[in-house]
């Protein structure tokens, strides 16, 4: 690994080394910006992205906030036993019941509860105006990883576009590079073999 990183870092040097062709000094000179750039642009975008995110997450809890609304809802059935396995990822089950929507009417529906919740048992739901099974509110529990997410997708695309970038200017400098050994060696070529023969 060590040898690697110091033939990179040689192979990327601005010195005058006569072997060293203009279009290396030119990848090292447009690696050396990319990554200035990414240093400095980064900072910005995750800082950016994060109040963004945390802004939507706002927005989306006060409009749930204000259109939903918070209900007790009994279940007719008893959700079934965890499964007692290592394995098993989910601990919620869904089954039937009972609420009272916003104007009064009784209405029956799926609600998600843990696994072995008894038949008669009360539990919170939030529904539309219309008494209608929502998603609750997002929790402020949430806004904190919603805003990293949204920092760390913003300097990941950063990055990959940066990378792509290099990459894509690389290709391009080493056709440059494979078109200028073609017409060297176009040239000398023919005389090597002449000296051969």
């Not at 033939?7 to 690696?31: H, K, M, V």
């Not at 706002?58 to 009994?74: G, K």
């Not at 059935?77 to 394995?87: E, I, K, L, Q, V």
């Amino acid at each position: 690994m060590k040898s690697w990183l110091v033939r990179t870092f040689r192979g990327r040097q601005l010195d005058r080394n006569p072997l060293r062709r203009p279009s290396d000094r030119a990848e090292t000179l447009i690696g050396i910006w990319l990554f200035v750039a990414f240093a400095v642009i980064a900072p910005f975008a995750a800082r950016a992205a994060s109040a963004s995110a945390y802004a939507a997450a706002q927005r989306s809890r006060a409009v749930a906030l204000a259109t939903l609304r918070q209900t007790s809802a009994v279940t007719l059935r008893a959700a079934p036993a965890a499964a007692n396995s290592p394995y098993a990822l989910v601990t919620d089950a869904w089954v039937i019941a009972r609420w009272v929507t916003p104007h009064g009417q009784l209405k029956t529906g799926r609600i998600q509860v843990h696994d072995g919740t008894p038949k008669g048992r009360t539990e919170r739901i939030w529904v539309t105006a219309s008494g209608d099974l929502a998603s609750p509110p997002l929790p402020l529990s949430e806004f904190t990883r919603l805003t990293n997410l949204a920092g760390f997708g913003a300097v990941l695309g950063i990055f990959i576009v940066f990378a792509i970038t290099g990459g894509a200017a690389r290709h391009v400098l080493n056709r440059r590079r494979m078109a200028a050994w073609d017409a060297e060696w176009a040239t000398t070529e023919p005389r090597w073999n002449r000296q051969r023969w």
